[in-house]
């Protein structure tokens, strides 16, 4: 079964950075696609960055283009989100998923990991 699990999450001031990290078993980078969501209290889940690692192709939400970035170490199975310059909206429970092949919506996720961006 495919198991993804966040971890990296805190509490940050604005302008500060952090890594998330999303450790992922069952599924492999060279097939599917990679993804961060997020959501805020009382707001639906929103996209946030994408990665098909077999085309290199990356996606990101306007709200974070410039300032996220996401990767991934294939050796360790890990997908990376870095997150710069961080804003009090960014405040939300970030979580990893993975769309395998041939489906059109993200089928597996992660537990969550909790940012508090403080102003």
């Known amino acids: 079964q495919v198991q993804l699990v966040e971890s990296g999450g805190g509490l940050v001031q604005a302008g500060g950075s952090l890594r998330l990290s999303c450790a992922i078993s069952g599924a492999t980078f060279s097939r599917n696609t990679m993804g961060w969501f997020r959501q805020a209290p009382g707001k639906d889940r929103e996209f946030v960055a994408a990665i098909r690692w077999s085309e290199g192709i990356r996606y990101y939400s306007d709200s974070v283009k410039g300032r996220f970035t996401i990767s991934g170490d294939n050796a360790e199975n890990t997908l990376y989100l870095r997150m710069n310059s961080l804003k009090p909206e960014d405040t939300a429970v970030y979580y990893c998923?993975?769309?395998?092949?041939?489906?059109?919506?993200?089928?597996?996720w992660g537990q969550g990991t909790q940012i508090i961006v403080s102003s």
């Open positions: 998923a993975v769309r395998t092949r041939g489906r059109a919506d993200y089928n597996y």
